[in-house]
């Protein structure tokens, strides 16, 4: 049986994170960031990566594959709470349920709640990748230059509704 691989990013996708973390400092005279920086940022766009797939197999009725999508971030919550708990432990806590209640509300198949809470735990993610400094006191808004750009042009990750 041959299975996906579990990053949402692929090895040519951390390649390439990896590749403009490391050329990030050259292009803005900023530190490198720090491997676990790095490690942080990835975790973060896995989890964005299964809260999109979530949405998508809800929205072409999938629902059995929205509930598993939406259940893989908690794999990587112990990861993400390890940098963000001992910065701010109530952001981590409320993080931590958010993803909860999305596994919750993709098994009962509750479409408005699901759009609601992958709005909700994207916003949170973004504050994650904020942890520590400001994007642009670090080199991490290289790795999430695309993100940073669709945020501020007012995109977040394909909004889900029921009737799209």
């Known amino acids: 049986m ?22 990030g400092p050259a292009l803005t ?5 720090t491997a676990a920086e790095v490690a942080l940022g990835v975790r973060v766009e896995q989890v964005r990566a299964h809260l999109s797939a979530a949405g998508g ?25 390890a ?11 409320a993080l931590r349920g958010r993803i909860a209640e999305l596994a919750r509300a993709a098994e009962a198949r509750d479409a408005s709640a699901l759009g609601r809470l992958i709005d909700d735990v994207d916003a949170q993610l973004a ?14 808004p ?15 990750i394909p909004a889900f509704s029921p009737n799209a």
């Open 2 to 23: 041959v299975r996906a691989p579990r990053s949402a990013l692929g090895i040519p996708g951390l390649a390439a994170v990896l590749l403009l973390a490391a050329c």
């Open 83 to 93: 940098a963000l708990a001992p910065r701010d432990g109530a952001a981590d806590a």
């Open 127 to 140: 504050g994650v990748e904020q942890t520590g400094g400001t994007a642009k006191e670090r080199s991490l």
């Open 29 to 33: 005279g900023q530190r490198p960031p």
């Open 57 to 81: 197999n809800a929205r072409a009725g999938r629902w059995e594959l929205a509930a598993v999508h939406a259940a893989h971030p908690a794999e990587d919550l112990p990861a993400i709470g």
């Open 142 to 156: 290289i790795v999430f230059a695309d993100r940073t750009r669709d945020r501020q042009q007012g995109n977040r």
